[in-house]
DNA sequence: TACATGATGCCCT
DNA sequence: GGGCATCATGTAG
């Protein structure tokens, strides 16, 4: 085993998180989402992640969520009931993973920013397409929303409509028990329409979040 | 470290 | 045909 792994926080047995977690507003969902753990099952090997940022999309009251315009054969997950993988394709080149939040017939969803490995790190960087020599290329393997899509073979194809709170699928979503994180908020990241509004939630302190550090200092302030 | 830019494909107008 | 909830790479400092 590589050094760079020694460090990495061991598992702890997991719950699957209950449908009617997602059965809620997208903000008070994604204050949740932090600290829990995304797993994805690839027949005898595990994949699982600390979530530590994530991005709240409200709905058709939303201009920056798909969902603004309304319903179409894209967005469709997200105006569907809750706790459905909503995974779409970006920029030519990248997957995003959401969960869909609220009751079904209305729009919202929390998009997976950012996370810290925990199991199945080689196979991650196997799929990332990276040699683990460092802490700093440990970082690299899921801090932003493309590269935890990468990390976890997650694509549209595969994933889109999926239910997370199913621990018997091969990607869901699990608690460990560990400690409420303490929370930071700041603007979303790479969207022009509603820029302003602080639906970005990160874990403080954690060195797994995307973005540069300074920057990411500068945007804790308001 | 920081900024700019090209790659790339799908959805929607 | 425009725009996009991104990433990797190059260059400058």
Same mark, same amino acid.
């Given at each position: 085993?590589?050094?760079?792994?020694?460090?990495?926080?061991?598992?702890?047995?997991?719950?699957?998180?209950?449908?009617?977690?997602?059965?809620?507003?997208?903000?008070?969902?994604?204050?949740?989402?932090?600290?829990?753990?995304?797993?994805?099952?690839?027949?005898?090997?595990?994949l699982?992640?600390?979530?530590?940022?994530?991005?709240?999309?409200?709905?058709?009251?939303?201009?920056?969520?798909?969902?603004?315009?309304?319903?179409?054969?894209?967005?469709?997950?997200?105006?569907?009931?809750?706790?459905? &993988?909503?995974?779409?394709?970006? @920029?030519?080149?990248?997957?995003?993973?959401n $969960? +869909?939040?609220?009751?079904?017939?209305e /729009? #919202?969803?929390?998009l997976?920013?950012?996370?810290?490995?925990?199991?199945?790190?080689?196979?991650?960087?196997?799929?990332?397409?990276?040699?683990?020599?460092?802490?700093?290329?440990?970082?690299?393997?899921?801090?932003?929303?493309?590269?935890?899509?990468e990390?976890?073979?997650?694509?549209?194809?595969?994933?889109?409509?999926?239910?997370?709170?199913?621990?018997?699928?091969?990607?869901?979503?699990?608690?460990?028990?560990?400690a409420?994180?303490?929370?930071?908020?700041?603007?979303?990241?790479?969207?022009?329409?509603? &820029?302003?509004?602080?639906?970005? @939630?990160?874990?403080?302190?954690?060195?797994? $979040? +995307?973005?540069?550090?300074?920057?990411? /200092? #500068?945007r804790m302030?308001?």
């Open positions: 085993m590589p050094n760079v792994l020694r460090a990495v926080t061991k598992s702890k047995p997991l719950k699957p998180l209950k449908t009617s977690f997602f059965n809620r507003d997208p903000r008070a969902v994604s204050r949740e989402l932090l600290g829990k753990v995304l797993v994805r099952r690839e027949g005898r090997k595990r699982t992640a600390r979530i530590v940022e994530v991005e709240a999309y409200l709905g058709e009251g939303d201009p920056a969520a798909h969902s603004a315009a309304g319903r179409t054969a894209r967005n469709a997950v997200m105006f569907g009931p809750p706790g459905i &993988a909503y995974v779409y394709f970006i @920029y030519g080149n990248h997957y995003c993973l $969960v +869909s939040c609220l009751p079904d017939g /729009a #919202g969803a929390v997976f920013r950012a996370a810290e490995p925990m199991e199945g790190i080689e196979e991650m960087a196997r799929r990332r397409g990276m040699e683990l020599q460092s802490t700093r290329d440990l970082r690299n393997l899921t801090s932003g929303p493309g590269r935890l899509a990390a976890f073979g997650i694509t549209r194809e595969r994933d889109n409509g999926k239910d997370l709170t199913d621990s018997r699928s091969d990607l869901w979503l699990g608690e460990d028990g560990s409420p994180p303490r929370i930071l908020t700041t603007k979303r990241i790479g969207i022009t329409k509603a &820029a302003e509004m602080p639906l970005r @939630y990160v874990m403080a302190d954690n060195a797994f $979040v +995307s973005g540069p550090r300074v920057r990411l /200092a #500068g302030r308001g």
